[in-house]
Every structure is written in C-alpha cells, then in structure tokens.
C-alpha cells in the first residue's frame, strides 16, 4: 500500500504531457521490481530470513532553463545462505523524461531498467571476505557508498565520480575485502579486486584492478583513505584517488571530501551538511532540516582519452536544504552554479525519497 500511495503522488506531480504514459508503463516497472526481488529470494535457505530494502523516488532537475523528470525504484535484496554466505544484489528502474530538443514541444521517454550489481560474499576468515560476481569497484568513496538515491544528499553525483570506475561503474570479477587491523584507537580496512573484461548488456565491465585502503580514527570519528585503479584493456591507464570523512562528535555535522585523477584529468569535491541538533535532538521539526554546502572543481590536462569530466576546466557550487521526515521519508532541494569556458549554467534539482525495509518472508 505504501509503495501504490507513493506512486500515485508521484504521477500527480508529473506533467500532464506524459502522465498518461507512466500510468501505462506503472504495471511494467511493478512487474519488473517483484520478478527481481522473486529470483533473487528463491536463492535463499529455510533457516535465513533474507531482506528486501531499496527505495523509491521522483525527481526532477532543470539544467540551463530545461526540466527532466525521473521517477525512480532501487530495489534491494540480502540473502543470507547459512552463517558464511550473503548474496547481494541491486537493480534500478528507471523513467527518463526528457525535453525534446529544436524547439518542439513535449518530451522525449527514455526506459531503463538494469542490475547495478549481482554479488557473492563468503566470509572466509575474520579479517577476510571473499567476494565473487558483479559488484562496484572499490575506488573512492562515492560509487560504493553513496549511489543510492534514498543515501545521498544530492541529488546527482560529483563531477569526479566516474573516474577510477572503469567507464561502467561496475566491475566482474573477485574481490578480497576486510578489516586488515582492529584496534580500540584504531583500525584499517582494505579492499582488493580484478575484474574481467564483459560486453554484456546487464554485466558490462573492463578489464581492470586496483584497491582502496582506510584508516579510521574512532575517537576523532575520522576516516581516511587512498584508492589504486588500472586499465587493462585498449590503453592502458592509471587511477588515483585520496578521500576524508570528519564527524565531528556532538554536533551534527558531517564532512565528506575526495579527489581523484587520472591519466587526462583530475578533481576534487568537497560536501558538508549539518543537522541541527541543538533544538530538540535530530527528531524535532528543526532537527530534521539539513542544509548542503558542496564544492567541486575539475581540471583537464589533455582531450585524449574518453574519461567521464567535463572537457574543460569546470567549477561548481551546490547548495541544498534537505528535510528528514519520520518513516524514511525526504524531500531533496538543491541549487547549483556551473563556470566553464564552455557556457555558465543553473542547476535547480528537487525530489522526494521513501527508503523501505523488510524480510521478503518471516524466519522460522
């Protein structure tokens, strides 16, 4: 019921021009999100109760005077295979209105519907999982944390994202990944992978590796890390990338930031947003508000390559005022400017998230 309500409100807030064609598409995208959530849990044993979470959303962005709607469900599945094994697993159904172009009028639809990935975690040792299947490379902090639309706090990601990704965000392939040293002031995690090559249309990868380490600080709530990237195909290519996480204790704010570079490019962005907690703890009226400050910048050294920045040097401020309802619900505003040599351009954005959770059958 939920899930319908949800719906409904997001066809009212859609332009009359295309209401009638989501309404005729609802059915297929419904289908599309139980037949993924069925396959995955027939994978499950009696004894597990595996999960079922994700979200569902409607945005809409209006880039240099042009509006674009999304409608939007990222369903989720966890898999619990006796006490060793998980299988994780996430898609996106996507609705992509888009301005038609030349002058004329309406909107051109765009439908999309994919796994993001498909992974196997067998817990080998306590400081070691071993992880086989489609999963994100472990590059930066933004492609394995932070994609989830119902996660981040804006909207679209940073201009640097897709660098040490691999063109496709996804890798196919093995990975080993685990807490190398955990102590009480102190611990490092690590991350290792090599992916094959794929041409296939829902596992598309490149033939890469790489590798991410941290060290988290509990006390200070700090989290640093460097991450390693490499092409291995067509010609071949090296990724950097350095990230910091700050969480100040007591206070509410939270500082995200990292850059990356590549053989053509490189950049940096830096988030913070703050939820003040002051009045009445994070539950209170003015708890839930959270303003977004983000800065980003991106540098091109060449036009070879076919890397994913902008091609040319670009700057951008975004700023965003969030507000966390009860139920996992949010709405998402945010206002960008974008300097280029190319064109200077506003970015307004704006939707509503509903994350969701629960066991896909009771335990027994």
């Known amino acids: 019921m939920i899930v319908a309500s949800f719906g409904n409100v ?14 005729r598409l609802a059915p297929i995208r419904l289908s599309l999100f139980l037949l993924a959530a069925f396959i995955v849990c027939r994978c499950s044993v009696a004894q597990n109760t595996p999960l079922l979470s994700g979200g569902i959303g409607f945005f809409t962005n209006t880039f240099d005077g042009a509006t674009s709607y999304y409608p939007i469900i990222g369903p989720l599945a966890a898999v619990p295979l006796g006490k060793r094994v998980l299988i994780e ?22 439908h999309f519907v994919a796994l993001t990935y498909l992974q196997a975690d ?26 989830p639309f119902w996660i981040a706090n804006f909207q679209d990601g940073p201009l640097i994202s897709g ?18 040293v955990s102590r009480r002031k102190y611990s490092i995690d690590y991350a290792a992978y090599f992916s094959a090559r794929s041409d296939n249309e829902q596992f598309n990868a490149a033939r890469s590796s790489g590798g991410r380490v941290s060290l988290y600080l509990p006390e200070q709530r700090l989290e640093v890390g460097t991450s390693y990237g490499r092409l291995l195909q067509g010609t071949h290519e090296n990724f950097f990338g350095v990230h910091v996480w700050w969480e100040p204790e007591n206070t509410g704010l939270r500082l995200r930031s990292e850059w990356a570079g590549g053989a053509h490019g490189n950049g940096y962005w830096i988030e913070a947003d703050y939820r003040p907690m002051q ?13 977004l400050f ?13 890397d994913p920045l902008p091609g040319v040097n670009t700057q951008r401020a975004d700023f965003g005022l969030d507000y966390n309802f009860p139920h996992n619900t949010r709405i998402l505003t945010s206002y960008s400017r974008q300097f280029s040599s190319a064109k200077d ?15 896909a059958w009771k335990g027994r």
């Not at 996507?94 to 639809?109: R, S, V």
């Not at 660098?163 to 190398?180: D, E, K, N």
């Open 10 to 23: 997001l066809l009212m807030l859609m332009p009359k021009q295309f209401s009638f064609a989501a309404q």
């Open 89 to 110: 697993s996430r898609a996106t159904l996507l609705e992509d209105f888009i301005p038609k172009g030349g002058g004329q009028e309406g909107y051109d639809h765009i």
């Open 122 to 147: 067998f817990i080998a040792a306590p400081h070691l999982t071993v992880v086989g299947g489609s999963f994100l490379p472990p590059f930066g902090t933004y492609n394995e944390r932070l994609t």
């Open 163 to 180: 660098l040490g990704t691999m063109h496709t965000g996804t890798s196919l392939g093995g990975q080993l990944r685990g807490s190398a």
């Open 279 to 291: 009045f009445g703890g994070y539950n209170s009226w003015i708890g839930r508000f959270e303003p």
């Open 294 to 306: 983000r800065m980003q910048q991106t540098f091109k050294t060449d036009n070879h390559g076919g």
């Open 345 to 359: 351009v506003n970015i307004w954005e704006t939707g509503v998230t509903y994350r969701f959770l629960f066991p």
